[in-house]
């Protein structure tokens, strides 16, 4: 009596399962290693399908804890994009600035204020003009000696980057750029400076790209990155140790973005529902804050604890096993080696048991073969 085999291959949360030979009951040796490879080569074959984009997601954003900010980080609304939220990778502290403050403020990693660095002034324009406060400062980053902040006091008339010592003083413009009508984002990480393409009104939905440069030659870009953002970016956060840009939606319902700086290969997006418009990220040891600034003391401060399993969820093409060739051969061998000693195949005619014994195929009954 012929016997119907299946196979069943699991992959995520769906079992699929399909026929793999039939084989008569007498199968020789040939046969049973035909079927083994074929269930192999099957199940090489389908285990790709885990492999398909967006299939699987490669890593996980979970909310830790929410915290309530002080009231000196939920000061009143200036202008556009008030605020801006960075790290100092050399106190592992995190920084806030906002608008017409003139400070930028220091607090431990549950945004506890431990201290801040007042900014006496700065020369925003090309001639020299100097202005008496940091009136649109919109984004903030420090490397342990120096804070740096993008401002827009001056529109395309003004400098768009500036630094300023840790003990304060007046800011002084860190690149000749012009450009930003109203400002863009920025990071600083292991001597590199972090920053999308400049803004040309008091919107960032236009904002799809990260410049690169070393923070000894600013205005010399070694390096722009192209990313996919449906609405523009309203911050963004570099972790240098996977080469990775976290990008935030600049949109009232924001997901976070996880892009490859290597490539502009978009890696994940967590869609939370943020606020990207008034709103800001960094991230530090496999940590993502997000500040939500509001006014009238309302800010506040989440922290995500974020893995990494390795994998990338959107790969561009399905990479097969460098044996699938082999294995490929192997089976056609032996299926072949099945058809001449009678192991009986789907799509291969059943002879009965007794016909293969006539034909020498099989030894006789109680025979020594």
């Given at each position: 009596m012929p016997?119907t085999?299946?196979?069943?291959h699991?992959i995520?949360t769906?079992?699929?399962?399909?026929?793999t030979?039939?084989?008569?009951?007498?199968?020789?040796?040939?046969?049973?290693?035909?079927?083994?490879?074929?269930?192999?080569?099957?199940?090489?074959?389908?285990s790709g399908a885990?492999?398909v984009?967006?299939?699987?997601?490669?890593?996980?954003l979970?909310?830790?804890?929410?915290?309530?900010?002080?009231?000196?980080?939920?000061?009143?609304?200036?202008?556009?994009?008030p605020?801006?939220?960075?790290f100092d990778t050399?106190?592992?502290?995190?920084?806030?600035?906002?608008?017409?403050?003139?400070?930028?403020?220091r607090?431990?990693?549950?945004?506890?204020?431990?201290?801040y660095t007042?900014i006496?002034g700065?020369?925003?324009?090309?001639?020299?003009d100097?202005?008496?406060?940091?009136q649109?400062?919109?984004?903030?980053?420090?490397d342990g000696?120096?804070?740096?902040?993008?401002?827009y006091?001056?529109?395309?008339?003004?400098?768009?980057?500036?630094?300023?010592?840790k003990?304060?003083?007046?800011?002084?413009?860190?690149?000749?750029?012009t450009?930003?009508?109203g400002?863009?984002?920025?990071?600083?990480?292991?001597?590199?400076?972090y920053?999308?393409g400049?803004?040309s009104?008091?919107?960032?939905?236009e904002?799809?790209?990260?410049?690169?440069?070393?923070?000894?030659?600013?205005?010399?870009?070694?390096?722009?990155?192209?990313?996919?953002?449906?609405?523009g970016?309203?911050?963004i956060?570099v972790d240098?140790m996977?080469?990775?840009?976290w990008?935030?939606?600049?949109?009232?319902?924001a997901?976070?973005?996880?892009?490859?700086?290597?490539t502009g290969?978009l890696l994940?997006?967590?869609?939370?529902?943020?606020?990207?418009l008034t709103?800001?990220?960094?991230f530090?040891?496999d940590?993502?804050?997000?500040y939500?600034?509001?006014?009238?003391g309302?800010?506040?401060?989440s922290?995500y604890d974020?893995?990494?399993?390795?994998?990338?969820?959107?790969?561009a093409t399905i990479?097969l096993?460098?044996t699938?060739?082999?294995?490929?051969v192997a089976?056609?061998?032996?299926?072949?080696?099945?058809?001449?000693r009678?192991?009986?195949?789907?799509?291969?005619t059943?002879r009965?048991?007794?016909d293969l014994?006539?034909?020498?195929?099989?030894?006789?009954?109680?025979g020594?073969?």
């Amino acid at each position: 009596m012929p016997l119907t085999l299946r196979s069943r291959h699991k992959i995520g949360t769906t079992s699929l399962e399909h026929d793999t030979c039939t084989v008569c009951e007498t199968a020789t040796s040939a046969g049973i290693v035909g079927l083994a490879v074929a269930r192999l080569l099957a199940a090489v074959i389908l285990s790709g399908a885990a492999l398909v984009p967006g299939a699987t997601q490669a890593a996980t954003l979970t909310l830790a804890n929410t915290f309530a900010l002080a009231s000196e980080l939920s000061r009143t609304a200036f202008n556009f994009h008030p605020q801006g939220l960075g790290f100092d990778t050399g106190s592992n502290e995190l920084l806030f600035a906002q608008q017409a403050t003139n400070r930028i403020y220091r607090t431990d990693l549950t945004g506890m204020v431990t201290g801040y660095t007042a900014i006496d002034g700065l020369f925003f324009r090309p001639n020299g003009d100097f202005t008496g406060f940091t009136q649109y400062v919109t984004s903030v980053a420090g490397d342990g000696e120096y804070y740096y902040l993008s401002d827009y006091t001056g529109n395309t008339s003004g400098y768009d980057l500036y630094s300023v010592g840790k003990t304060g003083g007046a800011a002084t413009a860190l690149s000749s750029e012009t450009a930003a009508y109203g400002g863009y984002p920025i990071d600083v990480r292991d001597g590199l400076l972090y920053r999308t393409g400049a803004s040309s009104s008091y919107n960032w939905d236009e904002l799809n790209s990260i410049r690169i440069s070393k923070m000894d030659a600013p205005d010399t870009v070694v390096q722009t990155v192209a990313l996919s953002m449906p609405s523009g970016i309203g911050d963004i956060a570099v972790d240098s140790m996977r080469n990775n840009v976290w990008t935030l939606d600049f949109g009232a319902s924001a997901s976070l973005r996880r892009f490859d700086l290597a490539t502009g290969t978009l890696l994940d997006v967590f869609s939370l529902g943020l606020d990207g418009l008034t709103a800001g990220i960094t991230f530090a040891d496999d940590t993502l804050y997000f500040y939500d600034w509001n006014t009238a003391g309302t800010s506040t401060l989440s922290v995500y604890d974020f893995v990494d399993d390795g994998a990338d969820p959107f790969p561009a093409t399905i990479p097969l096993p460098a044996t699938l060739p082999l294995l490929a051969v192997a089976l056609g061998v032996v299926l072949g080696m099945g058809r001449r000693r009678g192991c009986i195949g789907p799509a291969l005619t059943r002879r009965p048991v007794r016909d293969l014994r006539n034909s020498g195929a099989l030894p006789p009954v109680g025979g020594a073969g």
